[in-house]
T-cell receptor, first 115, second 111 residues
Framework: SAVISQKPSRDICQRGTSLTIQCQVD?????MFWYRQQPGQSLTLIAT?????????ESGFVIDKFPISRPNLTFSTLTVSNMSPEDSSIYLC????????????FGPGTRLTVL | GQSLEQPSEVTAVEGAIVQINCTYQ??????LSWYQQHDGGAPTFLSY????GLEETGRFSSFLSRSDSYGYLLLQELQMKDSASYFC????????????FGSGTKLNVKP
């Protein structure tokens, strides 16, 4: 299993500002994933972050809006840039399980509200 | 692209059996997972099927038919704590653990 922490757990931000969300894992992992989830809705994959290379973004998500860093095998950040109320959501990071590559472990999420 | 369909909501009573279906259309398919998510919590892994058939883990079982692009999660001996949202998710990459999630099914267990 993997233990994942995220910071901040929640934030309220003003329109036009940016927020950086941190994801820390207690073990080294190759791939990290960032998802967005509206309350009561599904999880939408934003991007896949591989250490040492550029993140791969899903359709509808761009690097200028959601820049991602992956400086080492236990840490990643997702920045939500130039925020609008439509960015209000829960942002989750996840990792694949070591030895159980079909399982993903999720962080507790960051609840973002944009006013 | 990917498309996964699940019922939006299911209600059942304690002790009963409930089946949550998932049909999918994907450009690549390597397996189907199920996740449970309680309100305010993170999704937690329940099962993964790569091959056709039934996988059983305690009270929960998961089934896959690749030819029908269909799977289901079967929950037996329902308990109140099983009230949660359940998501199916398809694995679309052979090289790494990349999943796309369905819309989720909210299960309400009543006494």
């Amino acid at each position: 299993s993997a233990v994942i922490s995220q910071k901040p757990s929640r934030d309220i931000c003003q329109r036009g500002t940016s927020l950086t969300i941190q994801c820390q894992v207690d073990s080294q992992v190759t791939m990290m994933f960032w998802y967005r989830q509206q309350p009561g809705q599904s999880l939408t994959l934003i991007a896949t972050a591989n250490q040492g290379s550029e993140a791969t973004y899903e359709s509808g998500f761009v690097i200028d809006k959601f820049p991602i860093s992956r400086p080492n095998l236990t840490f990643s950040t997702l920045t939500v840039s130039n925020m609008s109320p439509e960015d209000s959501s829960i942002y989750l990071c996840s990792v694949e399980g070591a030895g159980s590559y079909n399982e993903q472990f999720f962080g507790p999420g960051t609840r973002l509200t944009v006013l | 692209g990917q498309s996964l369909e699940q019922p939006s909501e299911v209600t059942a009573v304690e002790g009963a059996i409930v089946q949550i279906n998932c049909t999918y259309q994907t450009s690549g398919f390597y397996g189907l997972s199920w996740y449970q998510q309680h309100d305010g919590g993170a999704p937690t892994f329940l099962s993964y099927n790569a091959l056709d058939g039934l996988e059983e883990t305690g009270r929960f079982s998961s089934f896959l038919s690749r030819s029908d692009s269909y799977g289901y999660l079967l929950l037996q001996e329902l308990q109140m704590k099983d009230s949660a949202s359940y998501f199916c998710a398809v694995r679309v990459s052979y090289n790494f653990n990349k999943f796309y999630f369905g819309s989720g099914t909210k299960l309400n267990v009543k006494p």
